[in-house]
């Protein structure tokens, strides 16, 4: 059986910081010695800008590695990575075609597994000991195909009035994923540009971590500038300001998901 984990960052709410937390903890997980692959699932191909300046972004765009390619053809996706300047840490790059995902798998057979068929192959050589994958802010198809080729979902969360709202659509969603793919398990929400001098914050927080119905991770992610100014360098913040207070805590996550992942 492959030791290879596949972990969904996804929230139909926008901004609630599911690029940021994906590049961060992958980066993270490979800074621990783990062999990481990011997938870049979004047409805002943030992801991809986390880690290539624009030029070079678009590149990929152009000649075809990236994910909208892969997921079109349905290819094998092993031909679609490309090395990041991080050891151990690869991507599948974005491209704006993603905008037509959802017409390109509407026709084809079993178009909810598009994505585990061709992350299939990549999985069996077990290189990768984990797989994130990068979700848009959408609840449809293409999302349908991330987290039924996923193992888990984490769901990034700004703990803010409208940050909570919608939660529910998401869990009503990830119900009816476990239908087709019963595989897939919360692992849980990561609470992001969290301001604790707010005492709305703490409330929720508190809030949250009381509901019986889902987990919580332990840590959380305070908001940071030095994110805004890694992201500006196209780099994760865990790489480009090591010691700032939020590299500390996505290091901090990233062994709660190791330590998740392996129990
Ligand atoms: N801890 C933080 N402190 C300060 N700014 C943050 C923090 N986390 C994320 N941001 C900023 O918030 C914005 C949204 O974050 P991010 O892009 O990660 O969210 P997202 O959920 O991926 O958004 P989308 O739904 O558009 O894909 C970005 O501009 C990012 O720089
Ligand atoms: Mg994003």
Redesign the pocket.
């Known amino acids: 059986m492959s030791r290879t984990q596949i972990i969904a960052f996804a ?1 139909n ?10 590049s961060n903890i992958g980066c993270a997980l490979s800074m621990m010695g783990k062999k990481v692959l990011i997938i870049d699932g ?1 047409m ?1 191909l ?1 992801l991809t800008l986390s880690f290539f300046n624009e030029e070079k972004s678009l590149e990929y765009a152009s000649n075809g590695k990236n994910i909208y390619t892969a997921i079109r053809e349905e290819r094998d996706l092993s031909d679609f990575v490309v090395p990041t300047d991080y050891e151990g840490l690869d991507i599948v790059p974005s491209t704006s075609l993603m905008s037509a995902i959802e017409f390109d798998l509407f026709p084809k057979w079993q178009r909810e597994f598009i994505l585990r068929k061709c992350l299939e192959p990549i999985k069996a050589r077990g290189y990768y000991d984990y797989i994130l994958i ?1 979700s ?2 959408t609840l449809g198809g293409w999302v349908m195909n991330i987290m039924c080729a996923s193992d888990f979902v984490v769901i ?1 969360v700004e703990a803010s009035p409208w940050g909570l709202f919608g939660l529910a659509n998401m869990f009503e969603f990830i119900n009816k994923v476990r239908e087709i793919s019963p595989r897939l398990s919360v692992m849980g929400i990561m609470v ?3 301001d604790e001098r707010k005492t709305y914050f703490k409330e929720t927080l508190k809030t949250l971590r009381e509901s019986e119905d889902v987990r919580v991770f332990e840590g959380y ?5 030095a ?2 100014w890694s ?1 500006d360098n196209s780099k994760p913040v865990v790489a480009f300001k090591k010691y700032s207070r ?1 590299a500390l805590e996505y290091k901090k996550l990233a062994k709660e998901i190791v330590e998740y992942a392996n129990r």
């Not at 901004?15 to 940021?20: A, C, P």
């Not at 992610?221 to 500038?225: G, H, L, R």
């Open positions: 929230n709410k926008g901004g609630s910081g599911k690029t940021t937390s994906c979004d805002q943030n990068d848009p802010p990034p992001t540009k969290a992610i305070k908001v940071d500038s994110i805004e992201q939020s």
